[in-house]
């Protein structure tokens, strides 16, 4: 048996996805929703429940990253917590979601990378490109990036470089029609870029559509939320996957 804990949890996909996998793959197990109202009580719950793994969401990844009985990997540096595992007794956690955006962009080609935003989505994207520039709305956030030397503007500051692949990790667009960034800036970028990418999903967002009229590809949040659940179910599994394959699995049941 698999979980995900959150808070509110009814609108999480993964259920859907894993136990589509399962049954595609002829795998006797299932995946269940928890919602959990005390993060505290993650590690001694999942105990408690005696499940094989679990998929960690809003609010309770840094909870699970603090009382995991052991912690790998790169959520050791995000300090957040997606996948805790059942091993020999002991609930290890990790972090899929940074590691499965870098595997949604593998077929691309790019070296230079700015993120848009500066919240919780930016802070684990910037660990696995370490030498991506980050612009953001406003100040406050972005002392985060400049204390670890990456190069951080506001928009007022930013004076229009050429970058290959542009991320939006805001949630401008999520539930309006705003875009991360102002417009003139946007346009500027997205006419030297090659990639643009959201982490939204479920929608196409003005970031993306504005993307497209400069014939640049894009993928929406969906093919970072494929394969973070590619990444978690190796790691349920503890063994590798074809992720191409698996994330096919994925993207059959979401689409
Ligand atoms: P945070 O709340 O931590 O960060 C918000 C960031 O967005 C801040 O930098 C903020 O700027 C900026 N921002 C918010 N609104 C606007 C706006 N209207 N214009 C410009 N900038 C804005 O968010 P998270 O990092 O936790 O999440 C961001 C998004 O990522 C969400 O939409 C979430 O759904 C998505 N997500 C998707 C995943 C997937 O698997 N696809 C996984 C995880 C998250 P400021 O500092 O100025 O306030």
């Known amino acids: 048996m698999f979980l995900i804990f959150g808070n509110p949890v009814s609108h999480s996909k993964s259920p859907l996805m894993h136990n589509y996998f399962f049954k595609k793959s002829n795998i006797k197990e299932c995946y269940g929703r928890y919602k959990l109202e005390n993060g505290e009580e993650i590690i001694d719950k999942f105990k408690e429940l005696k499940i094989k793994g679990a998929n ?3 609010p309770h990844k840094e909870h699970a990253f603090k009382l995991a009985d052991e912690v790998r990997g790169i959520a050791k540096e995000i300090g957040a917590v997606n ?3 059942e091993e020999n007794g002991k609930v290890i956690g990790y972090n899929t979601d940074a590691p499965g955006f870098l595997e949604a962009v593998k077929e691309f080609e790019y070296e230079s990378v700015l993120i848009i935003g500066a919240g919780g989505t930016a802070k684990a994207l910037s ?3 370490p030498n991506a520039h980050i612009l953001n709305r ?3 956030r ?3 990036f400049r204390n670890k030397g990456l190069k951080s503007f506001t928009w007022d500051e930013f004076k229009t470089n050429s ?3 542009i991320i939006n990790t805001t949630s401008a667009g999520l539930s309006d029609d705003n ?3 102002p417009q003139n800036i946007l346009k500027e970028l997205f006419s030297k870029a090659k990639y643009a990418v959201d982490v939204i999903y479920g929608k196409e967002t003005p970031f993306l559509k504005l993307a497209k009229q400069y014939n640049l590809k894009t993928k929406t949040g969906l093919d970072m939320l494929v394969y973070q659940g590619v990444l978690a179910m190796e790691l349920f599994l503890g063994k590798e996957l074809d992720k191409k394959k698996t994330a096919e699995i994925y ?5």
């Open 56 to 58: 960690v969401t809003v």
């Open 251 to 255: 993207f059959e049941i979401l689409r």
């Open 83 to 85: 996948t805790l595992v």
């Open 127 to 129: 660990l696995v490109f």
């Open 142 to 144: 972005l002392q985060y």
């Open 163 to 165: 970058y290959d692949l």
């Open 138 to 140: 406003s100040e406050g």
């Open 179 to 181: 875009y991360p960034a």
